[in-house]
């Protein structure tokens, strides 16, 4: 399932990013090959100095000409220009995109890799200068690739980030195996955990682990919570007669830890506080309200779905 | 009443590592352990199972990026719209309902831009604040958990973990209502 639904991600992302680039290159959504017309005298200062920087007006029927799909009335566009003579008249310009201009600029900017600026080339005809803008193709292309890259390199970073908490409690688990403590707190939890997992030793480490799991999530400390639960399908295999594929008892936990029960949902409530709530807690009851009954439902799911056909386990090898 | 609940919530979370780490520790010492050695030992294993995750943890990340990226979460939007609204779930916290198992930083920037938009008070706002809480991100789980134990076959992990997020919105939508 994980399968299919991981190709599903990859293959209709980069079909829609394929989609959305030919709508942009049929609609010229960035203007492409559109001359921007400047009859501007500044320009001819800078011009006698062969490079100089100027303000540059983009009209209001400019804008509007090169972006006909934009929905709001197009402002007017004031940028500042650093201009380059190549001769008499011809010449290449780059120009700084204002904070206050439309959303199309700033993706033109970063679709020629650049933060806020832009850039092309400039032409007298006449009267009048024309600006060609550097082309802007396959937009989303260059997104989904940059979007690829970034998300390998920061799931390594996450991973690296997690051995030293990893080292930290597993350490402190093995201290506590060792003490026999854990058999006591799997003790504890006996007569929820032999329904929860029956096929699972009632004294067995993945109880403990499950448990102190379920309790830092609880607490919102998540931090915690993933060596522990890491630890937990280290021991439940240990149990599981088929390596490769999930046990039941997995199943069972993973259900119950996606959807754990809040106690405190930190983060929530923090980003809550930060945009000035009269009540930043107001959602604790709720939280607490909605992940019960998702956890429920969850091991519920797990419980039911675990009998199907599509999904049992052979006889022989349970 | 909710004062009291948060008080004692708040104190325990605090409290929990501090308290945990002593009790353990002194436990095993009582017990007549060589915490240190012992602890030692089980500290190995970290850097085995966070280098054991990388790949599913990589293959997963990109996945989810690309998907992101593309903008194939507005297409979807509209077409799973009509179904929400006949649920009375407000439009605007779909992102919220889509992003949050898949992405965890993803759905934190949706619901900052969330409160930012309709206020953390209003329905809207509080609703996507219950959602952040009330679920995981269960596709990232799922790629981590089973990648440490090199679990292939998913079986029916997903659908479960799927089917609690959805009981999830439904039940954060109705006490949501309720109280509001």
């Given amino acids: ?318 | 009443m909710t004062e009291m609940f948060k008080s004692v919530v708040v104190t325990l979370s605090a409290l929990a590592i501090p308290a945990l780490l002593l009790f353990f520790l002194v436990y095993g010492a009582f017990r007549k352990v060589p915490v240190y050695e012992t602890a030692v030992e089980g500290a190995k294993e970290g850097f085995s199972i966070a280098v054991r995750i990388i790949p599913y943890l990589v293959l997963m990340l990109v996945a989810i990026a690309v998907f992101r990226a593309s903008g194939a979460m507005d297409i979807l939007i509209a077409g799973i719209r009509p179904a929400t609204d006949l649920l009375g779930l407000p439009a605007e916290v779909l992102p919220m309902v889509l992003m949050r198992p898949l992405s965890g930083s993803g759905s934190l920037g949706v619901m900052t831009d969330i409160m930012k938009t309709y206020g953390p008070d209003s329905l809207i706002g509080v609703l996507s604040s219950t959602l952040y809480g009330s679920t995981e991100t269960t596709f990232y789980v799922l790629a981590v958990y089973f990648g440490a134990v090199g679990v292939r076959k998913t079986r029916h992990a997903l659908p479960a973990g799927l089917f609690a997020d959805l009981i999830a919105v439904l039940a954060a939508l109705v006490v949501v209502r309720a109280i509001m």
């Fill in chain 1, 1 to 318: 399932m994980l399968n299919y639904v991981w190709l599903a991600l990859i293959v209709v992302g980069i079909l829609t990013a394929t989609g959305r680039d030919m709508y942009d290159t049929w609609a010229n959504t960035y203007g492409n090959d559109i001359p921007w017309h400047l009859s501007t005298f500044e320009i001819e200062n800078a011009i006698d100095a062969g490079q100089g920087t100027v303000d540059l007006t983009l009209s209001r029927e400019e804008v509007r000409k090169h972006f006909p799909l934009m929905k709001d009335d197009p402002p007017e566009v004031v940028c500042r220009a650093e201009i380059h003579m190549h001769d008499a008249s011809h010449g290449s310009i780059l120009l700084r995109i204002p904070a206050n201009s439309p959303a199309v600029f700033s993706d033109i900017a970063s679709a020629q890799g650049n933060d806020k600026t832009v850039v092309g080339t400039m032409a007298r005809r006449g009267g009048e200068w024309l600006i060609l803008l550097e082309p802007v193709r396959f937009v989303f292309m260059k997104k989904i690739t940059t979007a690829a890259f970034e998300a390998a390199t920061l799931a390594v970073q996450i991973a690296i980030g997690l051995i030293g908490i990893m080292a930290l409690w597993l350490g402190v688990m093995r201290v506590a195996e060792a003490s026999g403590l854990i058999v006591h707190l799997a003790r504890l939890v006996r007569p929820l955990t032999v329904r929860l997992f029956p096929d699972v030793p009632p004294d067995h480490p993945a109880i403990a682990a499950i448990l102190m799991n379920v309790s830092a999530n609880m607490l919102g400390l998540g931090n915690a919570a993933t060596p522990f639960g890491l630890k937990a399908m280290e021991e439940l295999n240990r149990v599981n007669h088929r390596p490769g594929t999930a046990s039941n008892a997995m199943c069972t936990f993973l259900a119950m830890n996606t959807s754990c029960i809040t106690l405190i949902p930190a983060t929530a409530v923090a980003v809550r506080a930060a945009s000035g709530s009269a009540d930043p807690a107001v959602i604790i009851g709720t939280t607490f309200l909605a992940s019960t009954a998702a956890t429920l439902s969850g091991v519920t799911a797990a419980k039911l779905l675990q009998r199907l056909p599509m999904f049992r386990m052979a006889r022989s090898e349970t």
